[in-house]
């Protein structure tokens, strides 16, 4: 028999399909992160049991190791031409960051000045970073159209990022344990990672199973380390199914995802919803388009070809035994909000399919 497999901390052991807590006797020793560059800051010996911030970092290190993540290389913020950055930032000036100097710009604004010439930089996405020298900071034009589109890149893709990662923080403290997090690599996604290999880094840089990650850290360096999709790009396609469209969000359970690996997911902004002479849907967001087949719905969107009847087609309605003429004012799932015709809106009503025909 193979000799088990336990958690660095010794506290849990591997069962060949989940972790178990670890037979009595065993050690739980808590193990030091060893020395690390990571961005260029060296962590030595530091102990990241209770550490959010120093897991994170360590599990970025160990992503880079298992090239999971690639090394970030400096990527400007695109120009501001229009905008000089004075001498001297003063409070709630809109600026780009270079995040923990990681070499990735993101936007946010200045929120104080320190004696030492730093700053206290508030980003968009509410992280805060302090201590920020005027050597990180570059020029935001808001009235660029460039710039703005660089903002709204980093904004979805951090967000679809960090909504997956909430299905797993189940006590909304925006941290999951590292123990779920291996789960995630080694069992989630097209190309899980050997349980051997990612308890091999967790064990060189010292993360517990029982510490926390702060994902939205982790969210904000992944959407760092890929260089921005080239104009032009094939945009990747995933295949959805269990899908519906709400406040022009689609969500839904996807296939091979190429950031996410398989199961629920909220997409960003729907750019457009187009459909094939089999009423196969394609749903396209900013960077991705997702791919609904004709019975993929568990709500289909009002303008769907297997629907009917559509909003503003004249119709006749049944009622009390009569046809009576209208039209359809809403479509939701399989009702139709309708008003008859020479009749005031108190008339107006749901009605299902079944009292309706086409003129």
Do not use: C
């Amino acid at each position: 028999m193979a000799d088990p497999v336990f958690s660095p901390d010794g506290k849990w052991m591997w069962a060949g399909n989940e972790w178990i807590p670890a037979p009595p006797g065993q050690s739980g020793q808590q193990l030091n992160m060893q020395d690390s560059v990571i961005g260029g800051d060296v962590v030595h010996n530091t102990t990241i049991h209770n550490d959010p911030t120093a897991v994170t970092e360590a599990v970025i290190s160990a992503l880079q190791h298992m090239g999971m993540l690639g090394q970030v290389v400096e990527q400007a913020p695109p120009p501001s031409p229009e905008v000089e950055l004075p001498q001297r930032l003063a409070e709630g000036d809109r600026v780009f960051v270079n995040w923990k100097n990681y070499g990735h710009f993101y936007a946010g604004k200045v929120a104080r000045s320190n004696p030492d010439g730093t700053y206290l930089i508030h980003f968009d996405d509410g992280d805060v970073e302090d201590h920020v020298n005027m050597g990180r900071i570059k020029p935001l034009d808001e009235n660029s159209e460039a710039v703005q589109a660089y903002i709204e890149h980093d904004n979805e893709a951090e967000r679809e990022l960090i909504e997956a990662f909430e299905v797993f923080d189940t006590t909304g403290t925006g941290t999951i344990s590292a123990h779920e997090y291996l789960r995630i690599l080694t069992e989630i996604g097209d190309e899980p990672l050997s349980v051997e290999d990612v308890l091999n880094e967790f064990v060189e840089l010292g993360i517990e199973l029982d510490s926390e990650i702060d994902y939205r850290a982790l969210a904000k360096f992944m959407v760092a380390s890929e260089q921005h999709e080239a104009d032009g790009a094939v945009k990747q396609e995933v295949l959805i199914k269990d899908a519906a469209i709400e406040g022009n969000i689609l969500s839904g359970y996807a296939y091979e995802h190429p950031k996410l690996g398989e199961g629920r997911i909220n997409s960003s902004s729907i750019v457009s919803v187009t459909y094939d002479e089999r009423a196969t849907a394609r749903v396209e967001t900013k960077n991705t388009v997702y791919i609904v087949g004709p019975t993929g719905w568990i709500k289909r969107p009002a303008d769907h070809p297997f629907n009917p009847f559509s909003v503003g087609k004249k119709v006749l309605i049944e009622w009390n035994g009569q046809w009576w003429a209208g039209s359809i004012l809403e479509i939701n799932g399989d009702l139709y909000r309708i008003t008859y015709e020479d009749y005031s809106a108190d008339w107006d009503e749901w009605v299902d399919a079944s009292r309706l025909k086409s003129v």
